[in-house]
């Protein structure tokens, strides 16, 4: 149940030993990057700057950036931190804590990162926040989207099962697990414990919590009602 092959294609990322075996969850993951990454940057100690950083980049210690990798002015990946090989980190993200990203993602402006993986070409270019959250291959954020992770009592996270049960994740902080190759449209949030299939679509503005299946459409539509100013307008 909930199997990290169910959504993501391991083969898309080179930090599949985060995963365990078909009969763990796929969110097992969150709770290891930590531990992960620091045996990974003992074991890159030497060589952790291979790709280009801008000299008003904020990059700290504990930070690998992988060959072709640019972080741009005014980025700060305070880390521990991996970012691939041929990622950008534009002026303005800000990444935290225990980041894992893929080769050949798009961490954009005025996004923020922790304790998260990215798997190889996922984007997330405007305007979001990614806690303690998996994104699969080529996953897509549109602008403004936010996976909150933490529920308004503090409790653990829960997802529901297909019989409708509630099974305790044992994390109090548990953003989202997005599919490979998954669109989530502009401006929607993903509740803590939110797990969406591969192929996916959300549409703008949506508020999505739980499971979705894999090649679904979430079609989130408002009711528009149009009427004319009793003024007319006129400000003469």
């Known amino acids: 149940m909930f199997s990290p092959r169910d959504y993501l294609d391991l083969e898309r990322t080179a930090h599949g030993a985060l995963f365990g075996g078909d009969d763990e969850p796929v969110w097992s993951a969150i709770g290891r990057i930590g531990d992960y990454l620091d045996g990974l940057l003992d074991r890159h100690a030497g060589e952790r700057l291979l790709g280009e950083v801008h000299e008003r980049a904020v990059v700290g210690e504990l930070v690998y950036v992988g060959a072709g990798a640019v972080i741009e002015a005014n980025a700060v990946v305070r880390g521990p931190a991996w970012i691939g090989e041929g990622t950008v980190v534009r ?19 005025s996004c923020e990162f922790k304790n998260c993986l990215l798997f190889d070409e996922c984007e997330v270019p405007h305007f979001n926040y ?37 099974l305790d994740t044992g994390l109090r902080k548990f953003g989202a697990v997005v599919g490979d190759r998954t669109e989530i449209g502009c401006n929607s949030v993903l509740s803590p ?36 100013r009793p003024d007319g307008g006129d400000r003469d």
Do not use: F
């Open 91 to 109: 002026s303005g993200a800000y990444v935290r804590e225990r980041v894992v990203t893929g080769g050949r993602c798009v961490l954009g402006n």
């Open 130 to 166: 990614v806690g303690d959250s998996i994104l699969g291959y080529r996953a897509h954020l549109g602008a403004g989207v936010i996976c909150s992770n933490v529920r308004l009592d503090r409790r653990h996270v829960t997802v529901a099962t297909a019989a409708g049960e509630m």
């Open 193 to 228: 414990g939110s797990l969406l299939g591969r192929d996916g679509i959300l549409y703008p503005g949506t508020h999505w919590r739980g499971v979705l299946a894999a090649g679904r459409i979430v079609k989130n539509r408002q009711n528009l009602v149009v009427v004319e």
